[in-house]
């Protein structure tokens, strides 16, 4: 049973556009969440974090929304540039665990 | 030195042979983890080490078995393994094992069992 789910697979923009990648979980214990980048033949890099006591959290051009009340959180890129093309990781976990549940990913795609 | 070095990047082995990933890292981090990947599929926990003691074993068969020698070290001994196991096996480490830290990957190891 998947807690987290990236329902997309793949995403393509135009660069200069926003990309907005989606991430659906289950468990009501989850409060805290990652959003990562992993390039090809990379280990996932660290993007951006928000905890369950803020629905926003904004770095530079990257802002993680999220609502609880549908279990959904989202990561807005704008605007997309060629270099954000990569597969996009989103993990939560609950709290007083030390485990991170991830998602099965999106592949974005930014076109110049 | 920001970096969590894995080696080797690839790996193929026998499922009669012995062989052992290793992770390193210099930030300071006391928490430490290996993470299995299967094709299109997400990261999966096998192991954390926090302060150099084994705290989570996620049911991992005992043909896997995890060793962290010291503070920076963490390697991952591979036994009598089967082709279901190949995967990429990443390592990440974190300042701490509480909730609330981001992790850093390694680039992980690809492995390959014939």
């Known amino acids: 049973d998947q807690q987290v789910k990236q329902n997309s697979p793949s995403l393509s923009v135009q660069e200069g556009r926003i990309s907005i990648l989606n991430c659906d979980y289950t468990n009501s214990m989850f409060d805290y969440f990652l959003w990562y980048k992993k390039y090809p033949a990379e280990g996932p890099t660290f993007l951006i974090s928000i905890s369950s006591i803020k629905d926003k959290n904004e770095d530079g051009r990257f802002t993680v929304f999220l609502n609880k009340s549908a279990k959904h959180l989202s990561l807005h890129i704008v605007p997309s540039q060629p270099g954000d093309s990569a597969v996009y990781f989103c993990?939560?976990?609950?709290?007083?665990?030390?485990?991170?549940?991830f998602g099965t990913g999106t592949r974005l795609k930014v076109l110049a | 030195d920001t970096e969590v070095t894995q080696t080797p990047k690839h790996l193929v082995m026998g499922m009669t042979n012995k062989k052992s990933l290793k992770c390193e890292q210099h930030?300071?981090?006391?928490?430490m983890y290996w993470y299995k990947q299967k094709a299109k599929k997400p990261p999966e926990l096998m192991f954390v080490?926090?302060?150099?003691?084994?705290?989570i074993n996620e049911s991992v068969p005992s043909r896997f078995s995890p060793e962290c020698p010291n503070s920076s070290l963490l390697n991952l001994h591979l036994h009598a393994l089967q082709p279901e196991d190949s995967a990429l096996y990443l390592c990440?480490?974190?300042?701490?094992?509480?909730?609330?830290?981001?992790?850093?990957f390694g680039s992980g190891t690809r492995l390959t069992v014939v």
């Open positions: 930030m300071g981090h006391r928490a």
């Open positions: 993990a939560a976990s609950a709290q007083g665990t030390y485990k991170y549940i």
């Open positions: 080490y926090s302060y150099e003691k084994l705290s």
């Open positions: 990440a480490s974190s300042r701490n094992s509480g909730q609330g830290v981001s992790y850093t």
